[in-house]
């Protein structure tokens, strides 16, 4: 019996010496996985501590030695776009293939439940759902959460925008890749890593919180705390589980749609956003583009001027990141639905999106910024405001789903002034030149404010560029909360 013990326990430890042996990757290294191109792309995964280790792909091969504690990583030389699916060979003591690798562009797709919205859920043609797009590739990992910064995702495969599967991808992500893929003729890897009802708090790692205000960050965690369901009650227990794991891999960008479960809050939610795209920008290594949506129109329309709402705080402080380098806003104050947070209009979103991306990243000539309020003369009874971004010129339009319109003859709607006794009344506005609009309204002979699509749902707000891209709402008082 004992020798019968004896050789259970042998054959035990040979096992895990064998598994122990075995070079493994991380969960992101799967088939169908996409490489950034024209930069240094990192492989990196397990082995035994000293065991060498070969990596081969699309022609080269780069050899390491996995470190006391088992780690290793390699450099790939920067490649070009790559259609054609090549195997990726990771060689130690055993063999590993990756099938079906490509090289293009890389971007994490981040926020809460607008950016978790499938595609199957939207206003998708039947090619977008049943065509083969395997130009497009995502990886969605579990929902789960740490308490402390993991290496590796929970699950989760890349998966090829083909045969049907599209219908779970990101419709944010999917519009973006498609018009990226449309302008540069590469393959898009989007890394599908969101959750619903997620705050940004949660997606900031705690360690940074060093970079708020001593007042935002007891509110941002007394805030976070409020949460009782799946594990989610402290600072960045969704970027551990959900986003760490990434921040060795190779990415071009990120693209980022939240701010519902933040709604209140303005130069708290600037300063919170500040910190989190610092930190991912610093765990990844490098300063990369992060362009985000701006909370679109929700709930009924309110008749009230001086009536605002939980979103526009956000919207705010949304805008105000602007101010931090390599960032860029797509507004959708006219793509929401009254009655459902989660609008199905995802296109516009995608391409406004993708447009920044386009302009800053791939240095293509196309229109990407919305208008933005510059300044406000006053003269006399009229409030005289500039615009900047103002394209070729300031328009009444009117969005539909995939289809921008200008309207010669539409009354400009939500804007509102107030005098000195900070009253806001509705104001007739009109566009004076290419990048200014004059505000007046009878009950106001000395303008102090003005106010743009400053509620909750701006039904109806209609002043764009010629170009198609709506002004963001703002008024002309200051946030300071």
């Not at 705690?206 to 509110?219: C, G, I, Q, W």
């Not at 010129?393 to 969005?399: F, T």
């Amino acid at each position: 019996m004992k020798k019968i013990f004896l050789w259970s326990v042998l054959l035990s430890l040979l096992l895990v010496s064998a598994v122990s042996a075995d070079v493994r990757m991380p969960k992101m290294f799967t088939s169908n996985c996409v490489l950034q191109r024209d930069a240094a792309v990192s492989v990196f995964g397990w082995a035994d501590a000293g065991e060498k280790v070969t990596v081969e792909f699309n022609g080269q091969k780069v050899e390491t030695t996995a470190c006391e504690q088992g780690k290793w990583s390699v450099k790939l030389a920067p490649m070009a776009a790559k259609c054609e699916g090549s195997v990726m060979t990771i060689t130690g003591k055993n063999v590993v293939k990756v099938e079906n690798v490509v090289v293009g562009e890389v971007w994490v797709c981040g926020g809460q439940s607008n950016m978790q919205f499938s595609l199957g859920r939207s206003t998708a043609t039947e090619e977008e759902l049943h065509g083969d797009l395997s130009f497009i590739r995502f990886l969605r990992d579990p929902n789960v959460t740490a308490p402390e910064p993991q290496e590796d995702l929970a699950g989760g495969k890349w998966t090829e925008c083909k045969e049907d599967k599209q219908k779970g991808c990101t419709a944010v992500g999917f519009y973006f890749a498609q018009r990226l893929h449309k302008e540069l003729g590469c393959p898009i890897g989007l890394i599908d890593c969101n959750w619903g009802g997620s705050k940004v708090e949660e997606w900031t790692p705690d360690a940074f919180m060093n970079l708020l205000s001593t007042e935002t960050a007891t509110h941002a965690r007394e805030y976070v705390t409020h949460v009782k369901t799946d594990n989610r009650k402290f600072i960045g227990c969704m970027f551990n589980a959900k986003m760490n794991p990434w921040t060795k891999y190779t990415i071009k960008g990120a693209i980022w749609y939240q701010g519902c479960s933040n709604g209140g809050q303005g130069q708290r939610y600037f300063e919170k956003m500040e910190a989190m795209i610092k930190a991912w920008r610093t765990l990844w290594g490098y300063e990369f583009p992060f362009y985000w949506v701006q909370l679109a129109n929700f709930q009924a329309p309110n008749a009230d001027p001086n009536f605002t709402g939980s979103f526009v705080p956000v919207r705010y402080a949304q805008t105000k990141c602007l101010n931090i380098p390599k960032t860029g806003q797509a507004v959708t104050i006219d793509v929401g639905e009254a009655d459902d947070i989660h609008p199905v209009n995802k296109f516009t979103v995608g391409e406004r999106l993708a447009a920044c991306a386009l302009a800053n990243d791939y240095g293509k000539n196309v229109p990407f910024a919305s208008p933005l309020f510059k300044e406000m003369k006053v003269d006399g009874n009229k409030a005289v405001l500039t615009f900047s971004n103002a394209g070729s010129g300031l328009v009444a339009g009117k969005q539909s789903i995939r289809e921008f319109s200008v309207e010669k003859d539409a009354k400009l709607n939500r804007f509102a002034i107030a005098g000195a006794d900070g009253k806001f009344y509705w104001a007739e506005a009109k566009i004076t030149g290419k990048d200014t609009v004059e505000v007046t309204a009878p009950e106001v002979t000395a303008p102090v404010n003005v106010r743009y699509a400053f509620q909750q749902n701006p039904e109806g707000a209609n002043l764009y560029s010629a170009e198609g891209l709506p002004a963001s709402p703002f008024s002309t008082e200051p946030i300071t909360k």
